[in-house]
């Protein structure tokens, strides 16, 4: 026996659903081009990489959450001076690409080729004896 509460979940996660998939439709069927202002693939990509380095040596301190994200936010901000960006800069580019899930996938998987590489090339330096 199917209680009203069964029901009211089945039908909201039906139009639930229905509506993402109206979403991903379109947001599939829009050709339009990126923004101005927004990062290119290759610009953000770059920066992510920077910003997860810098997250990586400062977790590799062992440090509070608290005191890590002092160390760390100066140097997000260094970051974005170094790469001309700014917050509102920062905050499209991340509008833009939540919104364009597959352009933002290949971002994510430049980033991870490039930590991963990086990762290989340190492991295999030779180390030398004092």
Do not use: W
Not at 28 to 50: I, T, W
């Amino acid at each position: 026996m199917i209680n009203s509460r069964q029901v009211s979940f089945t039908f909201k996660s039906r139009v639930g659903l229905c509506l993402v998939i109206v979403g991903l439709v379109f947001n599939a069927c829009q050709k339009d081009k990126r923004p101005e202002g927004v990062l290119s693939p290759e610009e953000l990509s770059k920066l992510m990489v920077e910003m997860y380095l810098a997250e990586a040596r400062i977790s590799g301190k062992n440090m509070v959450k608290d005191s890590a994200m002092k160390y760390f936010v100066p140097f997000e901000e260094k970051l974005k001076v170094k790469h001309g960006v700014s917050d509102s800069t920062m905050r499209i580019t991340y509008q833009y690409y939540i919104s364009h899930s597959e352009e933002l996938e290949k971002i994510y998987d430049s980033v991870i080729d490039t930590l991963s590489l990086r990762e290989q090339k340190e492991r295999t330096k030779p180390t030398f004896l004092n």
